[in-house]
């Protein structure tokens, strides 16, 4: 491809919205276009990445026995409402929904379980037709709450979905694994390094579920590691020991203090400096929204440790979660925020424990009475213990379960997330075969998500510096940027020319700046800005046959130095073949 008849066009400067450097350099770059919050337009040499990301996704598919379909994005609500998950994902907020011009309630679809099992109901009788894993790469919609980060979160984006069908739990486990190593291979190909961590089964639901994390100190999320131990979890699910409070004190009669403004842990830690933050416990306010109520929650937690809304969310089991609003607190507590205790709360309140609690004594809370708190307050004394579970965060240094390793928290980017659904969907919607001995039964259910946009961006946040993109290899738009310093100078017209017939005779895809009249300058620029990580440059050599070896990134490329042509085109078909078989010639063996 020349670039000359390319559309194409470079931004000096940022654009304002931009708050990731994957979203600022694509933008920059035209890669993509904004045409509203979350909503994009995908350039052509955007779209080549996708493509690139979509092929090896399907060949890992397709080696493994899946088959690819599609599905309709556009779906009837009735379906959601069969399976029991219309009301999570409208009180979420997360599903677009309206009405046709018969009234009827339509949604577009953010995942595809309800509509794959409607089609495999109808079609699976017999254990005979079993296993099946389908997959399908397509257009999905979520009304995301903040579609920020360019095609990190999209409200519109492109995702690979599977869904597998087994007769049996062992099956579906079997199929479970399968998948993983499928994952495995497609992001080891696409030459991302990462982490595959438990994860939360959040909406979709199901018994168990991990998430492939692209490793990126930009990721949306936190992720506990043991390096001791091999555990990897999304700080969402993950689990530690805490260490245990301090001995309790002398036992004293329970009493207010005035505290003046002080709200926060911080402050109180100011007024009672004798007092360790071990022996202060929060309590924080929830709304918490049921299919058919609210309910305002209260959780007591030590002073030096967080709440984890995910685990209250699911202990809870309620649509939606959120920290009560100070309309909610007064209500409760009789006081301003900043000042609620677990003594006097309004009746109507749910009180719960975090475990990090258990054997505090002679503690601090707050009084339910603005300015004012309780000191030496004893469990079983001055106050029943509330129903206790983990509601915590893990923290950076804390004991891993096992007690054998400490817990560092690194962060990472999601781009793909498993499950095992169980028959949760089976049962619902009546997906059901018959077995052996013509018994009817719920069919096995697993799926399994990528963000293919998402892993396009992700790439680029794993792998970027000042001047641009560095794409890696295998998902670049293209595997060589050919510069030509001057294009119309016939030596090196004639050259290019041969370097390009040679490399895209061996099935290199190769760009070529042929662009007149735009200085070689400008041409280094875009090219470290577009990032195609080898790079061949036709310059004052070309007379001899010679060339300038500059790749973007030594770290794939080698040391940059002057070339004999055919020499170079050598290295370049080689290192794309490494790259295409998987084994990237040069680059890290990706972890995970
Ligand atoms: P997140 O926690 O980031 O919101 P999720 O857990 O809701 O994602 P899944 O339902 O597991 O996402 O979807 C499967 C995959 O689709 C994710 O692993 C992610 O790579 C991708 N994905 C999800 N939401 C978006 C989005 N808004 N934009 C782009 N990709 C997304
Ligand atoms: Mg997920």
């Not at 018969?102 to 005979?128: A, I, N, W, Y």
């Not at 980060?149 to 519109?156: N, S, V, Y």
């Amino acid at each position: 491809m020349r670039l000359s008849q390319m559309l194409f066009r470079t931004l000096r400067e940022d654009p304002a919205d931009a708050e990731v450097r994957s979203h600022a350099l694509m933008a920059r770059a035209g890669f993509l276009h904004k045409l509203a919050a979350g909503i994009y337009v995908y350039g052509p040499m955007l779209w080549r990445v996708l493509r690139r990301i979509e092929a090896i996704v399907r060949e890992e598919h397709d080696r493994a026995g899946c088959q690819e379909m599609l599905m309709p994005a556009l779906q009837p609500a009735e379906l959601w409402r069969e399976s029991g998950r219309y009301e999570r994902y409208v009180t979420d907020g997360i599903l677009f929904h309206f009405q046709d011009r018969k009234g009827t309630e339509m949604c577009l679809g953010p995942t595809h379980e309800e509509v794959v099992t409607d089609f495999v109901r109808q079609f699976v009788q017999s254990h005979k037709q079993l296993p099946v894993i389908l997959y399908q790469i397509q257009t999905k919609f979520r009304d995301e709450i903040r579609p920020r980060f360019g095609l990190m979160r999209g409200r519109e984006f492109i995702m690979k979905d599977a869904y597998s069908f087994d007769a049996s739990e062992e099956g579906m486990r079997a199929s479970y694994e399968r998948m993983r190593e499928v994952y495995r291979a497609i992001f080891r190909r696409c030459g991302l390094r990462f982490t595959a961590v438990e994860a939360d089964s959040g909406a979709i639901g199901g018994s168990g579920s991990e998430e492939f994390m692209v490793d990126a100190d930009t990721g949306e999320d936190a992720i506990a590691v043991c390096r001791e131990t091999g555990y990897a979890a999304n700080v969402e699910k993950a689990v530690s020991r805490i260490e245990p409070p301090p001995p309790p004190p002398e036992e004293r009669p329970m009493h207010k203090e005035p505290t003046p403004g002080a709200r926060s842990c911080e402050d109180l830690e100011r007024l009672f400096p004798d007092l360790p933050r071990q022996r202060m416990v929060k309590t924080v306010l929830y709304r918490a929204v049921f299919p058919d109520r609210e309910q305002v929650v209260a959780v007591l937690c030590r002073g030096d440790r967080e709440l984890n809304e995910v685990k209250l969310l699911n202990h809870l089991g309620a649509l939606h979660l959120e920290l009560a609003d100070e309309k909610t607190v007064r209500a409760a507590t009789g006081a301003e925020p900043g000042f609620a205790g677990p003594i006097g709360l309004d009746g109507e309140v749910l009180l719960l424990a975090d475990r990090s609690v258990e054997g505090v004594q002679g503690f601090l809370c707050g009084g339910n009475e603005t300015d004012t708190h309780y000191l030496d307050v004893w469990f079983g004394r001055d106050l029943e213990m509330p129903p206790v579970h983990d509601f915590g965060l893990v923290q950076e240094g804390d004991p891993s379960e096992d007690g054998r390793g400490r817990i560092t928290i690194t962060r990472g980017i999601e781009v793909g997330h498993i499950f095992q659904l169980g028959t949760k969907y089976s049962e619902a919607m009546q997906a059901i075969f018959a077995d052996e001995n013509q018994k009817n039964r719920p069919i096995w259910m697993g799926c399994y998500g990528i963000g293919v946009s998402r892993v396009a961006a992700a790439a680029i946040e794993q792998n970027h510096d000042e001047a641009g993109m560095i794409w890696p290899l295998p998902i670049a738009p293209w595997d060589v940027l050919v510069v030509q310093m001057k294009a119309g100078q016939e030596a090196q017209d004639r050259l290019a020319a041969q370097i390009v017939e040679g490399l895209e005779a061996a099935g290199v895809e190769v760009l070529w700046d042929d662009r007149p009249k735009v200085s070689p300058g400008i041409k280094f620029k875009d090219a470290d800005l577009i990032g195609i990580p080898l790079r061949i440059v036709v310059g004052r050599e070309a007379e001899a046959g010679r060339v300038e070896w500059k790749p973007r990134d030594g770290a794939l490329g080698g040391a940059p130095g002057s070339l004999a042509a055919g020499e170079a085109v050598q290295r370049v078909i080689e290192l794309v073949r490494a790259a295409r078989s998987g084994q990237p010639a040069g680059e890290p063996a990706a972890a995970g």
